[in-house]
């Protein structure tokens, strides 16, 4: 599986962490979320953190995410609420806030521009 070979190369390399970027608003595809799920085990199996940025996931799949051995979910918000529908006319600014929640709801550390490594929201 390319996805695991390229995180033991990254390994390899001294990476502590690897990260499986998807483009779009989210996972469609049942048979692309199983490959996913598999590549999170095997690379968590190689001694180094998970991470992902998947676009909008559910409470459900935030879960089955983080049982698969995902340690942290990027869901980056670009900007603030109210400046939100100047740069982005596919999908609202909650839309973006309830995977957060979602991810943190699931135990998964978040990394989205508005929370630090810790959980913690910044000021």
């Given at each position: 599986m390319e996805i695991?070979?390229?995180a033991k190369?990254?390994?390899k390399e001294g990476?502590?962490?690897f990260g499986i970027v998807t483009s779009g608003p989210s996972i469609e595809s049942s048979q692309e979320w199983e490959t996913i799920h598999?590549?999170?085990g095997k690379i968590k199996a190689l001694g180094i953190k998970p991470y992902a940025s998947l676009g909008f996931i559910d409470?459900?799949?935030a879960i089955r995410l983080k049982r698969s051995g995902l340690y942290r979910y990027h869901h980056n918000l670009e900007t603030s609420c109210d400046f939100f529908r100047n740069i982005c006319t596919t999908h609202g600014y909650e839309e973006k806030i309830e995977t957060i929640k979602n991810a943190k709801r699931a135990g998964l550390s978040?990394?989205?521009g508005r929370y630090n490594?810790?959980?913690?929201r910044y000021r």
């Open positions: 695991v070979d390229r190369h990254a390994k990476a502590h962490s598999s590549a999170i409470k459900e799949e978040v990394c989205s490594r810790h959980g913690r």
